[in-house]
């Protein structure tokens, strides 16, 4: 090798190790500048977290269960013609509320108004050879013409009278039966409630159990709705107390939309396949917003819950070990306490039936910036966080200058 390229190499040696010595010169004045800036940062003690707090109360909680329903009217009646023939007229419209006898539809009624009419003249015509026998027997067997006539005839008479007066029953029950298929040509609504789409027009020939409409009873209304085998104890001796009272909610499950329903009925045997058991509540319905096949959220009451803790539901926190929450010590510091949930109150609340007492105040917002012995400022909720004065102003803006003056020269 040359004079030249060993000179060459060993200019660049020097400038590698001067650069690395310049390196770690320039690193370690950073590393302890900024140990020195952790160490103050650390021994200073840092702001309470603003938290929103509630404090936990002592209530009479009552017991619910809840399950999906389906909505069944009280009454049902495929509305058919009893007898046959064309199809005069229909006196309703769909989906109008119908009394009970009000006409629905109407037969042709000729034919059978001809078969009463019928009916009637036999009844008349009997009825007139009836009056004719009682007198021949009356006069033959009254005392001054008695001594004249054989025995064998005025028998004959009196059986004959007999026999008139049931001639004269038999055509009253003909009249009584052709007036029934008579009213029969008028199809009236068996019950109070509303019509659904009929099934036939005006014009068609129709006959006995054809079918024109279905009409709904909607007022009460049943619910019915399946509860698990284990919960039936419980119903049932609930039952034997008081009534139970039930409600509907909507479809979130939180607000109730009717609240005046009553348990009406425990099914008598559990399905095998489902492992549930049937009931029925009744609910008056008075404005009707409950309608046949609707499918709803039931909530039926069991009892209530004396002096339970209650908190609100948002406090409780879970974990891969449990449930716990932030518990405000006398010190303004918040401890992690486990607690146990003893049921749903509301849409908003929960029982604890381990892990508080009436009185501790719990986090209900704000916990992910907290850890175990936390400095917090409790709030109520709603309450907003107080503005911060001048000097915690001028500490946070000495702190930023400081931490400004302690980078890296440019």
């Known amino acids: 090798m040359s004079r030249f390229w060993k000179i060459v190499l060993l200019v660049i040696a020097v400038l590698l190790v001067a650069g690395i010595g310049y390196r770690m010169m320039g690193g370690g004045k950073q590393s302890g500048t900024g140990q020195a800036t952790g160490m103050r940062g650390g021994g200073r003690d840092s702001a309470p977290v ?8 002592r209530k009479d909680v009552p017991v619910y269960v809840t399950a999906q329903g389906t909505v069944s009217a009280y009454n049902t009646v495929t509305v058919s ?38 009916a009637l003249a036999s009844k008349r015509q009997n009825q007139a050879l009836l009056a004719t026998a009682q007198s021949n027997y009356e006069r033959s067997n009254s005392p001054e013409y008695r ?23 038999a055509s009253q029950a003909s009249a009584e039966q052709a007036k029934v298929q008579l009213d029969y040509a008028r199809i009236t609504s ?37 509860l698990p085998e284990r919960q039936l104890d419980a119903v049932r001796s609930a039952q034997a107390t008081s009534p139970l009272s039930t409600a509907t909610l909507d479809r979130e499950g939180g607000n109730v939309t009717n ?3 009553r348990l009406q009925v425990v099914d008598n045997q559990i ?39 209650v908190v609100p ?31 749903q109150v509301d849409d908003s609340h929960v029982v604890i039936s381990k892990g508080l007492q009436p009185g501790d105040k719990v986090v209900t917002e704000g916990q992910f910036r907290l850890k175990e012995g936390s400095k917090v400022n409790a709030l109520a909720p709603g309450q907003a966080p107080p503005a911060p004065s001048e000097e915690q102003l001028k500490a946070a803006s000495q702190k930023g200058n400081r931490g400004g003056r302690g980078g890296p020269p440019r």
């Open 50 to 57: 603003p938290v929103t707090a509630v404090t936990a109360e």
């Open 81 to 118: 013609p009893q007898v046959g023939g064309q199809l005069l007229s229909v006196n309703f419209r769909e989906g109008q509320p119908v009394k009970k006898g009000e006409l629905l539809a109407q037969i042709d009624p000729r034919t059978f108004q001809a078969q009463y009419d019928q």
């Open 147 to 169: 001594a004249f006539v054989a025995q064998t005839d005025l028998t004959t008479l009196r059986n004959q009278v007999a026999q008139y007066q049931a001639a004269v029953a």
């Open 190 to 226: 068996p019950i109070d409630g509303v019509t659904g789409i009929r099934a036939v027009d005006p014009g068609n020939v129709v006959s006995a159990g054809s079918s024109i409409v279905t009409v709904t009873q909607l007022q009460p209304a049943y619910v019915l709705f399946n």
């Open 259 to 261: 609240a005046d329903g």
């Open 271 to 309: 399905s095998s396949n489902s492992g549930t058991f049937r009931l029925r509540a009744e609910f008056p319905n008075a404005d009707k917003s409950l309608w046949p096949g609707q499918f709803v959220n039931v909530r039926l009451q069991l009892g209530e819950l004396p002096g339970a803790v």
């Open 313 to 343: 539901a948002e406090a409780v926190q879970r974990s891969s070990t449990g449930d716990f929450v932030y518990l405000i010590q006398s010190d303004t510091t918040v401890t992690l306490r486990e607690v146990e949930q003893g049921g």
